[in-house]
């Protein structure tokens, strides 16, 4: 299905590298800024949209983690990709297709249900694997936006690590879109101060947080992973649904 994207140009593909030497700059300057490491912060590349040729071409220029949002696009693009490179999912996940991609993620992001948990549990043990899972967390409190309440989070986690086959390592949240740098810092000290609550009783590594507009201010709160698409590959291009 890779036959439904045309060849990239060269100045594409140049624009891709040049972007990624951006935000490697912008990543190790806020983790100076903040006395972290650069190894603190994993890079993942947001490929919804866009080509297996660029997506390689991050891969071959060092992104060692690939971010999914849909199942359907992924499963039609995932025999192009690179083998190097891990792949996490990090969309909406409806129960009815956790089976399709359990064997081809190495994490999932976007737990927010013990009903999804428990699907996501069953599909592991089938394949006899134990899943990784980062719980999504709606810390802007909108109603449109997936992700349990920072109030409902502990009684989830607690629910969720009864589960064989699942191991919970840490929090993913999508905040509101925000441009007030003040803004920022205070959404994202809130969800790090609620994973240093939680990392108390149950040990967690990964706090998944910022965005390209978002991704410096989240690294200088404690984010551990950072989730960018438009920044590296530039504004997403969604053609025209066919009618019917
Ligand atoms: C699309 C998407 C991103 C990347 O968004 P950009 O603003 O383009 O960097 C990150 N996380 C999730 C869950 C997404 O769906």
Do not use: W
Not at 85 to 97: C, D, P, R, S
Not at 193 to 200: A, T, V
Request: proline fraction near 5%.
């Amino acid at each position: 299905m890779a036959s439904e994207f045309a060849p990239c140009s060269e100045a594409q593909k140049q624009a891709v590298l040049d972007r990624l030497q951006v935000i490697r700059q912008n990543i190790a300057d806020a983790c100076r800024e903040a006395g972290r490491t650069e190894q603190e912060v994993t890079l993942m590349a947001v490929t919804k949209t866009v080509s297996p040729e660029l997506i390689n071409l991050a891969v071959d220029a060092g992104v060692t983690t690939l971010g999914e949002n849909r199942v359907q696009e992924f499963l039609s693009k995932c025999d192009a990709y690179r083998k190097e490179a891990e792949v996490q999912f990090i969309g909406h996940l409806q129960t009815n297709k956790v089976k399709q991609i359990i064997d081809r993620v190495t994490l999932i992001h976007s737990v927010d249900s013990l009903h999804l948990a428990e699907a996501v549990s069953k599909a592991a043990a089938s394949k006899g694997i134990t899943m990784p899972v980062l719980l999504e967390v709606n810390i802007g409190g909108e109603a449109s936006k997936s992700g349990v309440s920072p109030a409902e989070l502990p009684d989830l986690l607690k629910a969720v690590q009864q589960l064989p086959n699942l191991r919970t390592d840490g929090l993913m949240t999508i905040p509101p879109p925000m441009t007030d740098e003040d803004e920022q810092i205070r959404v994202f000290t809130e969800m790090r101060e609620l994973f240093d609550r939680l990392r108390q009783s149950v040990p967690m590594q990964t706090l998944s947080m910022g965005m390209s507009g978002d991704y410096a201010a989240a690294i200088r709160c404690g984010s551990t992973l950072v989730r960018i698409g438009s920044a590296l590959f530039g504004a997403r291009y969604y053609p025209p649904k066919p009618e019917g």
